[in-house]
């Protein structure tokens, strides 16, 4: 089991800052708040190739557009998950979240693959410590996601 405590205290956290993030990122130019919303740009639509490099507008659409629920949403819904007590449903979730965000990684423009790995520690650390059959003594850096969320948003 993953120790609750910190992790608790860190995701809460993180919840926070997704949701000022979020509030953010969602304000017109007009209003000083960058536009979440890619421009109506030709870059702005997303190949049909699901492997495709992406560019900044997709890049930033993939994290906070895309979906019923966005990328951001689901890395924070994934921590809760998991912070709430590990098991084989919150594990999967962890392990699909580190595998969408390296495929993002792979195809976003490099100035965001740094923020990318940052997001995706405490994902990785996870998947180890199951492997290693450590999870009882292994507490997620929870922080290097926030900060990574931070970094992406900046970009967009």
Known sequence: MVRPAPLVVATATLLLLLTGCSADGA??????????TPSGSPSATTSSDPDAPLD????????YVKGDKTLE??????LVGASDGLD???????HAMALELGRLEERVPEEFQGPVE????????????????????TELDVASTVEGLKE?????
């Open 118 to 137: 940052k997001m995706r520690v405490p994902f990785l650390q996870l998947q180890k410590a199951l492997d290693d059959g450590t999870e009882d003594q």
């Open 88 to 94: 084989a449903a919150s594990a999967d979730q962890m």
């Open 27 to 36: 304000g017109s130019e007009a209003d000083g708040g960058a536009s979440a």
């Open 152 to 156: 992406y948003e900046k970009l967009c």
């Open 56 to 63: 900044a507008n997709e890049a930033c659409s993939a994290m």
């Open 73 to 78: 949403e689901r890395i924070g819904i994934a």
